[in-house]
């Protein structure tokens, strides 16, 4: 079975800071996936990125950034220009893959991130 | 983009009788569907997962009796909560798995048992 730790339950930026949430997991698998998913307050998710296990580019989309470390099993996420928007759960979260098809996510506890004016 | 529509958004119900939601994708073939539940301040948990014209496979700790699952479209996915208690209130969200692998979540369903 395979853990994922958020180790920050919430966190506070001023505007157009730049903020890193911190994600740690734990499996013996070779073949996952991990995300990043924001949940507003209407509790709808919505992913923010995903970074395939193999791939050792960090993956980027556009404002959002990911540091992926698979040694240190570390997966931490960069959000620059923060946004009043941006407040929100954001929830890290692990799949693994095999050639059967996937599994259901598994996900962190969630940082409760808060972006002040 | 895919649209996934879960419905009810919101269903209060009295102790002891059944509540079914259903979780549509709209515009493309859900080959997997994984069922979710999420108390008050907490993650997300994986409850169950289905695939189509299969029998779904449950989480340690999920009883399968209580919580029936139903894919036998690969568009429509339903979830029946039977003899609710107050402890089954909480957050319950599909996800369906297109067949081009990418996974998508539906807004929902709020359930409130008294």
């Known amino acids: 079975a395979q853990t994922v730790t958020q180790s920050q339950p919430e966190m506070s930026v001023q505007e157009a800071e730049t903020v890193t949430l911190s994600c740690t997991y734990d499996?013996?698998?070779?073949?996952?996936?991990l995300f990043w998913y924001k949940q507003p307050p209407s509790r709808q998710m919505i992913l923010v990125i995903r970074?395939?296990?193999?791939?050792?580019q960090n993956a980027t989309e556009n404002r959002f950034s990911v540091n992926f470390q698979k040694a240190a099993k570390s997966f931490s996420l960069k959000i620059s220009d923060s946004q009043l928007g941006d407040t929100a759960m954001y929830f890290c979260?692990?799949?693994?893959?095999?050639?059967?098809?996937?599994?259901?996510?598994?996900f962190g506890k969630g940082t409760h991130l808060i972006i002040q004016p | 983009g895919a649209v996934v529509s879960q419905h009810p958004s919101r269903v209060i119900c009295k102790s002891g009788t059944s509540v079914k939601i259903e979780c549509r994708s709209l515009?493309?073939?859900?080959?997997?569907m994984f069922w979710y539940r999420q108390f008050p301040k907490q993650s997300l948990m994986l409850m169950a997962t289905?695939?189509?014209?299969?029998?779904?496979?449950?989480e340690q700790g999920v009883e399968k009796d209580k919580f029936l699952i139903n894919h036998a479209s690969l568009t429509l996915s339903t979830l029946t909560v039977t003899s609710a208690h107050p402890e089954d209130s909480s957050f319950y969200i599909c996800?369906?798995?297109?067949?081009?692998?990418?996974?998508?979540f539906g807004s929902g369903t709020q359930l409130s048992v008294l």
């Open positions: 979260a692990f799949m693994k893959y095999s050639g059967g098809g996937a599994d259901g996510l598994t």
């Open positions: 499996t013996s698998e070779n073949n996952y996936y």
């Open positions: 970074q395939e296990a193999y791939k050792q």
């Open positions: 515009d493309f073939q859900a080959t997997t």
């Open positions: 289905s695939n189509e014209g299969s029998k779904a496979t449950y």
């Open positions: 996800s369906p798995r297109s067949t081009n692998e990418k996974l998508f």
